[in-house]
């Protein structure tokens, strides 16, 4: 999504959205931040991690001009969700990293507008420009898509450790998170890994950070396997609860987990 012109990097998505839709924020999904208010969504081409079971694979995992964009300043974006009634605006589909020009930019200028600014990451981006952003990010939902380095690297392409960095510092900074962890089944299931992942965030993060366990279905290049059983999932939200945590939710699911 960059490319060297005479010695400067340019990016390729700048202001060409391939995804702009008026979302619920439960679908973000944030459970705990302006609930019941729509959120101006959209998406750019591409991501910096290539996970073999993404869900979005046609707009992350192709470059800007395979798919149909759309021309969009960042001015035309935040009047359109002011136009539509949305109380903030979401950077989400693909991975709003691989379009941050479009985002810090669009964040500040929404920020000017009144606009509160949510950002749905994989949290794998360097600390620098992550610090720069912070300021005009008041949410984000982050991925903690398995709790080992090897299951990063094997379904990912990417690392764990830098993206339980950027939750501390996001938590440091003030910014309203709330986790996302994807059961896939033997992949990042085991009973020792979800329990590792759960005293991470209630240790690191807080016992009121809101995690979401949500169901795994065969997708892009993981086929070779059954979706997450329910009984998984619901599981993890037990374990979850009886390790303190306050705020436990079951996504991708018919039924919702309430704690008893
Ligand atoms: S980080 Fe998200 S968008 Fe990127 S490849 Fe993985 S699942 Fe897809």
């Known amino acids: 999504m960059r490319k060297n ?5 340019y990016s390729l998505n700048y202001q060409y959205p391939a995804a702009i839709n008026i979302d619920p924020v439960e679908k973000k999904p944030l459970y705990h931040f302006l609930p019941g208010t729509k959120t101006f969504s959209f998406g750019c081409a591409g991501c910096n991690l290539k996970c073999s079971f993404c869900q979005n694979c046609t707009i992350s995992q192709v470059l800007p001009d395979e798919i149909e964009t759309e021309q969009c300043t960042s001015e035309e974006l935040v009047k359109a969700a002011i136009h539509k009634k949305c109380e903030s605006i979401s950077f989400t589909y693909s991975e709003p ?5 479009t985002m810090i ?7 000017k507008y009144g606009l509160k600014t949510i950002m749905v990451s994989n949290g794998f981006i360097n600390r620098e420009p992550l610090e720069k952003l912070l300021p005009f990010i008041d949410a984000a939902n982050i991925d ?8 990063y690297r094997k379904y990912t392409g990417a690392s764990l450790a830098p993206v339980l960095e950027t939750l501390k510092t996001m938590k440091k900074a003030a910014v309203h998170i709330e986790i996302t ?3 896939i089944p033997k ?12 005293k ?3 240790d690191n993060l807080g016992s009121d950070t809101p995690l979401h366990f949500s169901r795994f279905f065969p997708q892009y290049k993981l086929t070779d396997r059954t979706a997450t059983p ?17 705020f436990v939710y079951a996504g991708n699911m018919e039924s919702i987990w309430t704690k008893k």
């Open 97 to 101: 990293t691989i379009f941050y020009e």
């Open 144 to 151: 903690i898509k398995g709790f080992t380095e090897e299951f």
């Open 105 to 111: 930019e669009t964040a500040e200028l929404a920020h």
């Open 230 to 246: 329910p009984q998984t999932i619901i599981t993890a939200c037990e374990r979850a609860s009886s390790l303190g945590l306050k």
């Open 187 to 198: 992949a990042n299931d085991s009973k020792e890994e979800i329990d590792d992942l759960i």
């Open 181 to 183: 962890n994807l059961i």
């Open 5 to 9: 012109i005479d010695g400067v990097l």
């Open 200 to 202: 991470w965030v209630r």
